[in-house]
């Protein structure tokens, strides 16, 4: 019993550090010899990058490089052009400050009336800022004749600040501005100072002004004298100041003619076969006097004038029609038959609500691409450009 025990025990005690040596030298002698045979680790594999996505066609790439360099080359275009815009907007900005200078010194022309009824004379400024002297005793028609006979400037110009409506009034059978352009082309300067007053006249009213009896009185007088002396200068071998006539004819209408013409010519451009441009330009011609319905490129200023005045009509009711789609204001009247300063506000118009002008209907938006594209260029005259934009909207569709 007592040495079954005794064997248990010593075949249950740890083997002896010889014996563990010789069993480690014995497991260690085929891994040497297999060492010699054969590596114990693989290769190493050199690195090869892998594409989660595919490139693109060549074709592909080459369409959007082109379509790049395309917008890259608009970019540098539309910047060059607003550098030009910024330019011309400074000039006109401080045209602007300018003129409202004089307004802030001369008044508009209800308070200079109101200035005279207080004080009993008018202190408005004459030409170049200087003041004119007033009229001890209202003048007489026959002496302001007599001033234009013998080139009396300072005369005239005392009449102009202190008895305006005596320049519309008729002696005999003229008007004094159809007088002064009889005489001859001496009395040019005369004939400028004239129709410069009733500009300044018209210039100088307020919006509330239009509706009183007493302007309208003065303004129908003044566009009596226009019309005859616009007829004269037709018929006569000096059609000097014609677009000034023009101008200031229609301007003395107020806003509510451009208005109404802006919102006829946008009924004439919702019919697909109609010729807007030719209907605005007569719209023009119907407008200014009788003798000018039939003119047709004998007078080049005319011609000049109802171009530039029938392509702004367009361009207005054309912007008109948009911005009444997507809830934008219409463009401003103060820059009507002005060269190009009509296009300059639309094209920015254009530029700034651009986002928004997505969403007009196709016949609209091409319109637009039209005048964007054709009414602006400079380098053809005013009539020209009419008849390129005539050439595409007065196209049956």
């Not at 008007?175 to 005369?190: K, L, N």
């Not at 009596?224 to 616009?230: E, F, R, T, Y």
Request: net charge neutral.
């Amino acid at each position: 019993m007592t040495s079954s025990y005794s064997q248990a025990v010593h075949g249950l005690a740890p083997p002896s550090p010889g014996h563990h040596h010789d069993t480690t030298s014995q497991s260690n002698q085929p891994s040497s010899s297999s060492s010699s045979t054969s590596p114990l680790r693989s290769p190493r594999l050199p690195p090869s990058p892998i594409l989660l996505h595919p490139l693109p066609p060549t074709s592909s790439l080459v369409k959007e490089s082109a379509a790049q360099s395309e917008l890259e080359l608009d970019r540098q275009t539309r910047q060059v052009k607003r550098e030009r815009e910024l330019a011309e907007a400074l000039q006109d900005q401080a045209w602007s400050i300018e003129r409202s200078i004089v307004r802030e010194e001369q008044g508009t022309w209800s308070k200079s009336l109101t200035t005279h009824q207080e004080k009993g004379k008018s202190k408005q400024d004459g030409v170049g800022g200087v003041e004119t002297k007033g009229f001890a005793r209202p003048p007489q028609a026959y002496e302001l004749y007599q001033a234009i006979d013998k080139h009396d400037i300072d005369y005239i110009m005392r009449v102009r600040d202190h008895a305006f409506s005596l320049l519309l009034q008729k002696n005999g059978a003229e008007f004094p501005i159809v007088y002064a352009s009889r005489i001859g082309p001496g009395h040019r300067d005369v004939v400028i100072l004239l129709v410069g007053a009733l500009s300044r006249y018209v210039n100088h009213l307020e919006p509330e002004d239009f509706d009183k009896k007493e302007t309208k009185d003065i303004l129908k007088a003044l566009r009596a004298n226009l019309k005859l002396a616009i007829d004269h200068s037709l018929h006569s071998s000096s059609p000097h100041l014609l677009s000034s006539y023009l101008q200031v004819l229609i301007m003395s209408e107020g806003d509510s003619f451009l208005h109404k013409t802006i919102y006829d010519l946008t009924l004439i451009l919702r019919d697909p076969h109609s010729h807007p441009v030719q209907e605005a330009e007569s719209l023009i011609r119907r407008f200014c006097t009788k003798e000018l319905r039939g003119v047709a490129g004998g007078v080049g200023e005319v011609e000049e004038y109802v171009a530039n005045a029938a392509l702004d009509l367009v361009i207005m009711a054309v912007w008109s029609l948009a911005a009444g789609q997507v809830g934008l204001d219409n463009l401003p009247t103060h820059t009507f038959a002005r060269d190009l300063r009509t296009y300059q506000l639309f094209s920015e118009a254009m530029d700034d609500h651009a986002s928004k002008l997505h969403k007009v209907t196709p016949r609209i938006r091409k319109m637009l691409k039209t005048l964007r594209d054709l009414a602006g260029e400079t380098k053809k005259g005013v009539r020209g450009r009419l008849r390129d934009v005539a050439g595409v909207l007065d196209q049956d569709e």
